[in-house]
């Protein structure tokens, strides 16, 4: 049985959270912006809501592939 090293492990763990970080930036940004065009709208409070939801959707997909991409770069790095 091979030994885990504890330097190993925190590198994974910062790995990890550097790329959770980079996915949660994306889905506040996007969600802020579709907000932001929604209120210069005038929209209704019922709407920017929707918007809001919909930018938290559009951040996970847009920024779960670069998240993926950082985190094997962390790890191989």
Known sequence: MAAI???EVRELV????TAISILGGMMAYC???LAAQAL???STPDTVAQRVNE???QGFI???PL???TLIIEAWT
Not at 14 to 17: I, K
């Open 67 to 69: 998240a993926v991409v």
């Open 55 to 57: 930018g938290i959707g």
């Open 5 to 7: 090293e504890i330097g």
């Open 40 to 42: 210069a709208e005038r």
């Open 31 to 33: 969600s802020g912006y």
């Open 14 to 17: 910062e790995s990890a959270v």
């Open 62 to 64: 847009l920024g779960s």
